[in-house]
Nanobody, 123 residues
Framework: QVQLVESGGGMVQAGGSLRLSCAASGRTFSSYAMGWFRQAPGKERKIVAAINWSGGSTSYVDSVKGRFTISRDNAKNTVSLQMNSLKPEDTAVYYC????????????????WGQGTQVTVSS
């Protein structure tokens, strides 16, 4: 069982930056691939970024490539999403997710979700 708690959301102007963090409980954090998803009002939840168990492999949706960076610290049981050059279309609730599996692709079918944190980007 893994419990995930996100923090770091908020409101920012277009072009600004935010850093989301996700703290995970449990002793086996390093055995999970991790990811960030987002859900805008009236839309489906979609993956944004994923990272493998070691942090050595990452993947991003095209719309955030070059602007967002996912990272993890297995010693601290945390995964982060650094978001730069934010755009109004990045506005959404962002969810941290954990997947049983070592590889990035495992994040497509997460086993655990955080409660979400709101990110609002104004124009």
């Amino acid at each position: 069982q893994v419990q995930l708690v996100e923090s770091g959301g908020g409101m920012v102007q277009a072009g600004g930056s935010l850093r989301l963090s996700c703290a995970a409980s449990g002793r086996t954090f390093s055995s999970y691939a991790m990811g960030w998803f987002r859900q805008a009002p009236g839309k489906e939840r979609k993956i944004v970024a994923a990272i493998n168990w070691s942090g050595g492999s990452t993947s991003y949706v095209d719309s955030v490539k070059g602007r967002f960076t996912i990272s993890r610290d297995n010693a601290k049981n945390t995964v982060s999403l650094q978001m730069n050059s934010l755009k109004p279309e990045d506005t959404a609730v962002y969810y941290c997710a954990a997947a049983e599996g070592s590889h990035v692709i495992a994040v497509l079918t997460p086993n655990y979700w955080g409660q979400g944190t709101q990110v609002t980007v104004s124009s």
